[in-house]
């Protein structure tokens, strides 16, 4: 998002159609929504992962208690067996650890994408009350919001694909891949809607009739 975003809200609210603000309202709720899915589906793949880690050990004690009890000739076919339950074992252990790892990456994301949301909420609850603005400014504003939601509902759409990855042949590489990508978008997104949040904010300090009604709208919207 360019600087000096406030400039260009003036020249395009001339020309943007009045139009109701209220669209922006579902992609958040359907972001909040997907947050709680990504973030359940991750959890739940973590508890599956342990369980079978757990009856692999509870395998484990049972041929090592089956080995008093073993003639000779049957050694060989336990040790076979052994071997093959440790590197089941030791594979489903190095998959529980990468879900772990990988999952407060995911979350980190999650929550910048929740905060996203909040943000927009209570800045918007401010802008559309704010008398300094015109109706065509209001919709021109509340349209780049819309954008940026669209763009922070897209990026779910990607740890969605992480959390798919884990039951499909997904290289750890490409998995990375995805989730640095999903990062990357999530700041910028997040940081596009604290600049332009920012920037309209001082724009109406900026309409403030005197320095007692410019001292308001700064408390009013927190800036310092």
Excluded: C
């Excluded at 793949?45 to 509870?58: A, G, K, S, T």
């Excluded at 509340?142 to 740890?159: C, F, P, R, W």
């Excluded at 920037?199 to 009013?220: D, F, G, I, P, Y």
């Amino acid at each position: 998002m360019k600087k000096h975003v406030f400039y260009i809200l003036i020249m395009a609210a001339a020309l943007a159609p009045v139009q109701s603000a209220k669209a922006a309202n579902p992609w958040a709720a359907i972001i909040e929504a997907a947050i709680k899915k990504v973030v359940k589906a991750v959890d739940l793949m973590i508890q599956r992962r342990q369980n079978r880690v757990i009856r692999l050990q509870n395998a484990q004690k049972a041929l090592e208690n089956a080995m008093a009890k073993l003639k000779l000739e049957q050694i060989a076919d336990w040790v076979k067996k052994q071997r093959d339950l440790y590197r089941e074992y030791y594979q489903e252990l190095k998959k529980v650890k990468a879900v772990i790892a990988y999952y407060f990456r995911i979350k980190e994301i999650a929550e910048k994408n929740a905060r996203l949301v909040d943000e927009y909420r209570r800045v918007w609850g401010l802008i559309e009350n704010d008398e300094n603005f015109t109706a065509r400014e209001l919709a021109y504003i509340h349209q780049v919001y819309v954008g940026i939601l669209e763009t922070s509902a897209k990026n779910l759409d990607l740890l969605a694909v992480i959390v798919r990855s884990f039951t499909t042949q997904m290289s750890d590489a490409a998995r990375l891949e995805i989730i640095e990508k999903a990062g990357r978008q999530v700041d910028e997104n997040l940081s596009d809607l604290n600049t332009f949040n920012r920037e309209n904010m001082l724009l109406s300090v900026s309409r403030s009739k005197t320095a007692h009604e410019a001292q308001v709208v700064r408390k009013l919207y927190g800036i310092q």
